[in-house]
């Protein structure tokens, strides 16, 4: 039994694996100096009630955010984001795979 020729996807295998890493690494650092962001700039609203400069009503800001939290786009993202990484199988799949270790990395 002869094996099927996989040479026409090497490339795209190689390449989607080091997009998918390189994708995961950004993502990864943007998503710490996004979080370092926010949390300075919670720090800073907080030292600003605190002095009596500003007062921030929590329960009204929780009452605002929590239904963008709760709509079905957000919980099916990641579905959605795999089922279009993966439409040309090869590529997905080894750019998931490098997202995946790129994220590690990161």
């Given at each position: 039994m002869e094996l099927p020729d996989l040479s026409p996807y090497l490339g795209q295998v190689t390449f989607g694996g080091l997009a998918g890493y390189a994708v995961g690494y950004a993502l990864k650092k943007l998503g710490r100096l996004l979080a370092v962001a926010l949390g300075l700039l919670f720090?800073?609203?907080?030292?600003?009630?605190?002095?009596?400069?500003?007062q921030v009503d929590w329960t009204r800001i929780q009452?605002?955010?929590?239904?963008?939290?709760?709509?079905?786009?957000?919980?099916?993202?990641?579905?959605?984001?795999?089922?279009?990484?993966?439409?040309?199988?090869?590529?997905?799949?080894s750019f998931v795979g490098g997202l995946i270790l790129g994220l590690r990395a990161g």
């Open positions: 720090v800073v609203v907080q030292l600003l009630a605190q002095a009596g400069y500003i009452k605002d955010v929590e239904p963008l939290l709760k709509q079905p786009g957000l919980q099916n993202l990641w579905e959605r984001l795999l089922s279009t990484l993966t439409y040309n199988l090869p590529f997905g799949a």
